[in-house]
């Protein structure tokens, strides 16, 4: 997050926009450097929500501790209570 602004859009799903869902799966692409913040369901279209990188802080505090993830990783954790894991995509 570290390379994008605070107001960038990024990509989450309405259900963790709207608080019914939290952030369990984190993506830092790498063709763009754009951010997705989901959960571990697999994610349908029709959920997509854009919002800014400012917004995603806001409801989840601890995306901060991957501000260091390099484009082409992703993050990973069981529940809100649990460590996040970090990989290279695949």
Known sequence: MVDQPRN??????????????????????????????????DAREEDASVVTLEEIVKLDPTVLALADIPPGWRAWRKSVTHEWNREPKE
Not at 13 to 29: E, K, T
Request: proline share 3%.
């Open 8 to 41: 960038c859009a990024v990509i989450s799903l309405r259900q963790i926009v709207f608080g019914i869902a939290p952030i369990l799966h984190v993506v830092h692409d790498e063709d763009d450097h754009g951010w997705q913040f989901l959960n571990l369901d």
